[in-house]
């Protein structure tokens, strides 16, 4: 039961950083380390520079 409750917590917890736009570092290590083994893995601050750039460098994100 409370592994449950842990594992639901922790579902909330992702949906909500990513309704957030918080970019999640270690999703896109587990997906770099099984989808492209050979590929440069970016640094964590490297990650959320390049994913905060793409969110407020994209055409349409301004508010005003």
Known sequence: MIR???WSLSRWAAVMRAVA????????LAHMRAEHPGDRIMSE???NHTRLGDRYNRVGSRCC
């Open 4 to 6: 449950r409750i842990r």
């Open 21 to 28: 736009g918080v970019p999640d570092y270690g999703r896109y």
């Open 45 to 47: 601050s490297e990650f």
